[in-house]
């Protein structure tokens, strides 16, 4: 088979070269947008919350202001049906949205700025809550433009990969860059300057052109919805909604029957490793005793640089060898590397070594895994590796899977996702995969504070467990029929 290795050659190179695409430059800036808010609403601002002495378990519970991104789903139907006066007419449904969204981030960021955790907390979280919202909605309108920019599914790894560049890109801006400028200046002045920064989105939306139309909701609607629209006001109000909330879950499950539970459950456990660990990265560097400077270089900056690989890697992988092989491989990367965060924290202060092992089966295995990390730990420091190499190579490993992971997720979410309800599955699929995290999450503080550090990595490993056996069972059992169900949504 000597033609196989050229075939595979070409394929890779025709891929690389959809990231020369004008295209591909405008995604990365309009996700390099999205990316910044999520580090200034979540790392960012608990790192400004814990310099000011606001205790763990509520730095922890400011995950909730991140919930606005996993209820995106409930006004998703707007941007697939509501068109924006004037502005619809200037620049399309979904560009109209994009700009909207990136003036109320620019006015939330720079409420933020004004405000301070002791003396005006309600004021800040307002302002963030804010920003929340209109960077949640931007995610919806992002996410329906980048998918009807293409149907070629190779185009759409490329975009996928591109989006997670972009959106990685972003969170350094927002994450190492802010918490830079907060150091040095002040986190007011820091949450200012990305107020300023995000403008750069304004310019990326004009320049940017439509994606292809598709076929309008309301031609998509049964007869007996359809009828509803000649009657009085209360009907007509009833078919919208039937068409905006109902019509587009219907569609999903009409083409994926029964299966369709299972993807769903699948996208709801994929990266609640990931997010339960997340959670408590931040306040375990800042207990392990690194400074700010440290965290900015070694988690923000090398960090997204490993995931912008990891994306690269994920898109390549992707490509050649199909989103479901790599959806398991990348739930069982993202879930075995936080087992190093174990070692960071046994390394660190006494703050971050002290655990107490919970009771029951699950508690005794924690222990049991600890027991055994410990000689490791000590073996690291006998031979000179220093807290910040190790968290350096345990970052690295992390966000690299994250990378794959990530890439891979946004693929398989423009895969399923229907043309003529694009923000509304979109959203669906976003909001499923974020919001158990987010909760979750929540609660994390609370969780250190009983059982410490080493103990909440553990578990959140374990949180991984049932993700793995999922997309295990979408890779036997779902693939040939989402493959199909593609084929005929884009015919």
């Not at 965290?295 to 060898?321: A, C, D, E, Q, W």
């Not at 046994?346 to 005794?364: D, E, F, Q, R």
């Not at 490791?376 to 992971?405: C, E, K, Q």
Request: with cysteine.
């Amino acid at each position: 088979m000597p033609d196989v290795p050229v075939n595979a050659a070409q394929r890779w190179l025709r891929n690389l070269r959809f990231y020369t695409r004008p295209r591909m430059m405008l995604i990365l800036i309009l996700s390099a947008v999205a990316g910044q808010q999520y580090p200034l609403l979540f790392t960012t601002l608990q790192a400004w919350f814990h310099d000011a002495s606001v205790d763990v378990a509520t730095v922890t519970q400011l995950t909730w202001i991140g919930a606005l991104f996993s209820l995106k789903f409930l006004w998703a139907p707007l941007l697939d049906n509501v068109r924006l006066p004037l502005l619809h007419r200037l620049l399309g449904k979904r560009r109209s949205w994009l700009l909207l969204c990136e003036v109320g981030i620019i006015i939330g960021l720079a409420g933020m700025a004004f405000h301070d955790p002791n003396s005006s907390r309600l004021l800040l979280i307002l302002y963030a809550l804010v920003t929340a919202f209109s960077a949640a909605t931007h995610d919806i309108a992002l996410d329906a433009y980048r998918i009807e920019l293409s149907s070629a599914p190779d185009e759409q790894t490329a975009l996928a990969s591109t989006y997670i560049i972009g959106y990685r890109l972003g969170m350094l801006v927002g994450g190492a860059g802010a918490l830079i400028i907060g150091a040095q200046f002040g986190w007011s002045a820091a949450y200012f300057v990305m107020a300023l920064i995000t403008a750069a989105g304004l310019l990326a939306v004009l320049l940017s052109k439509p994606p292809h139309e598709t076929i309008a909701t309301d031609e998509l609607l049964p007869k007996q919805v359809e009828r509803l629209k000649d009657k009085p006001s209360f009907y007509r109000a009833l078919a919208f909604l039937y068409g905006a909330l109902i019509q587009p879950l219907v569609e999903f499950f009409c083409r994926y029957k029964g299966l369709g539970v299972l993807l769903l459950a699948m996208i709801c456990v994929y990266r609640l490793s990931d997010q339960t660990m997340g959670s408590l990265a931040m306040p375990l560097y800042q207990n392990a005793g690194f400074s700010a400077a440290q965290i900015g270089s070694v988690s923000k900056v090398f960090g997204v640089l490993m995931t912008l690989l990891g994306g690269i890697v994920g898109s390549l992988l992707t490509s050649r060898y199909g989103v479901f092989r790599l959806l398991v491989v990348g739930t069982l990367l993202a879930s075995v590397t936080n087992l190093m965060y174990i070692l960071v924290a046994l390394s660190g202060t006494p703050a971050t070594m002290h655990y107490i092992a919970p009771g029951g089966a699950l508690g005794s295995l924690a222990a049991g895994v600890i027991a055994m990390l410990i000689p490791l730990a000590d073996l690291l420091h006998a031979l000179g590796v220093t807290p910040l190499v190790l968290l350096a190579t345990t970052i690295a490993a992390d966000n690299l899977a994250s990378g794959i992971a990530g890439t891979v997720l946004v693929g398989f979410f423009a895969s399923l996702t229907s043309r003529h309800y694009t923000a509304t599955q979109a959203a669906l699929f976003s909001s499923l995969m974020t919001l158990p995290g987010k909760l979750l999450g929540g609660f994390s503080g609370q969780y250190v504070d009983l059982y410490g550090y080493p103990i909440s990595f553990f578990m959140s490993t374990l949180i991984g467990l049932p993700a793995l056996l999922l997309a295990i069972a979408v890779y036997t059992v779902a693939r040939p029929i989402q493959q199909r169900s593609q084929q005929e949504d884009d015919d």
